[in-house]
């Protein structure tokens, strides 16, 4: 029983009960403290026997008392405190083992503590992930509705060396609306118009590889390389997209499903590397740790590979680096979505040059130091179509919007995303953007003009 307080620092009630029992005691004529070879009765021995405790537990606790929260019996300190700070031997020595004990007993306790509440806080993190991946279950069993569209067949072309067709649909920033008059009739963009998008994407890439590639793919490569959704990221978008994030998420599933398997049937194999954007997050402010877990293009891609389940065809490929590391013949890509460059900001006389070259730097550097060299790296999110020797940025889906027009200056491009062709040893060798906007030529124009010689 003497033994069993240092289990666990000591509580003020406790100690506080225990200097009133003493206190009693004096006030009953008992000596505290008492001297050696004092004769008389001991106000700590009579206030352990009121306690139903050992004397050398409530000296313990006067002791503990006295040096948590500075509680003295009629403002006189604990034997052994005044006879250390007199420098006085006697009890100090037997003292000192049990101070030096209870220190350290109390360090123990502490630490305890703390690791309890990391041990709760991981429980519960395990609890959100395992909620997570049951929920994807459920949600996942329920049957999608893919658009039931089709695409004409085009001829097939006729035998040559096998090339693989490679293609990004990233910055959808669906359902973000985009105002036609507030961008002087440049574009406009809702729902609707996003659906009529993909339907020209994906015909578009169809009939580029049938009739103007070189035909006989072993496969295609689709990446999907996030913001597909506009997540009401900014006030702003929160205010003006056309429905909440959830509803959504289930038109970008619907719409993947649809057009991944238009591909499927056109190409046989395809190959899906996935990553997560900065519009999809569901946090307020960039979180690094568990990022893709907490990111609606996860979940889209998720819910899309389950729609897939069983068709060997396609192969989903989502890491939990956000990063996809793969081969074309021979030539190595890293595809992210490119936000997470290690760069901030632009140039006003060159725009998001500057930022894409420094950040591919850092990006190749890193890699390299990880064995994980690449010779193109594939981005997304600069909303710009953009070829340079390492790496290949995508246009948006969305197009040129009242941002790039008023706080960027950027100049309008059309809505786009690219594609392109891998030979087994000349690498790329075509490059193609898919324009997404409704197709128009001037009425009367010639195939050609130019100016007669007078």
Partial sequence: MGVQHLNKPLDRQAAEATVRAVE????????????????????????????????????????????????????????????????????????????????????????????????????????????????????????????????????????????????????????????LAETAGK???????????????????????????PGDYPGIVVNLLGDFVSGGLHPELAKTDAEEVLPSVLRCVDLLIWGLRQIADAFGHVYVPCTSGNHGRATQKPEFKRYIFKNYDWLIYQLVAR???????????????????????????????????????????????????????????????????????????????????RVIVSNTLKGWDEYARSALRAPPTPPSQPLWFVHPRRGITSRWEIRVDEPGRGAGEEWVSFRRAA
């Avoid at 993909?198 to 590889?209: D, G, K, P, Q, Y």
């Avoid at 190749?364 to 010779?375: F, I, R």
């Fill in 24 to 179: 009693r005691a004096i006030e009953g004529g008992a000596a505290y403290p008492v001297a050696r070879g004092q004769a008389g009765r001991s106000a700590l021995v009579e206030a352990a026997a009121a306690l139903g405790l050992a004397a050398t537990t409530v000296r313990n606790r006067l002791e503990q008392g006295f040096r948590l929260y500075g509680l003295k019996p009629n403002g006189i300190e604990p034997p052994e405190r005044a006879s250390a700070r007199k420098g006085g031997k006697g009890r100090t020595a037997a003292a000192e083992p049990d101070n030096a004990l209870q220190r350290k007993l109390t360090g123990l306790q502490d630490e305890v503590t703390s690791l309890r509440k990391q041990l709760k806080a991981q429980q519960r993190e395990d609890l959100d992930t395992e909620a997570v991946r049951l929920l994807l279950g459920r949600i996942s069993a329920a049957p999608s509705s893919p658009p039931r569209w089709t695409i004409e067949p085009g001829a097939k072309r006729g035998n040559g060396t096998p090339e693989v067709p490679v293609t990004v649909w990233s910055d959808w920033h669906i359902p973000e609306v985009v105002s």
């Fill in 307 to 389: 729609a897939f389940e069983g068709d060997r065809r396609l192969v989903f490929d989502i890491p939990d680096t956000n990063e996809v590391h793969y081969r074309v013949f021979g030539q190595r890509y890293l595809a992210m979505h490119g936000d997470m460059l290690g760069v901030k900001g632009g140039d006003g006389i060159i725009g998001s040059l500057g930022p894409i070259a420094r950040g591919e730097t850092k990006v190749g550097k890193q890699a390299a130091a990880l064995g994980q060299d690449y010779d193109v790296l594939v981005i997304g999110h600069w909303h710009q179509m953009i070829w340079l020797p």
């Fill in 187 to 213: 574009n406009e963009y809702n729902p609707e118009i996003a659906e009529a998008r993909v339907r020209r994407l994906v015909a578009s890439t169809i009939s580029l590889a049938r009739k103007h590639g």
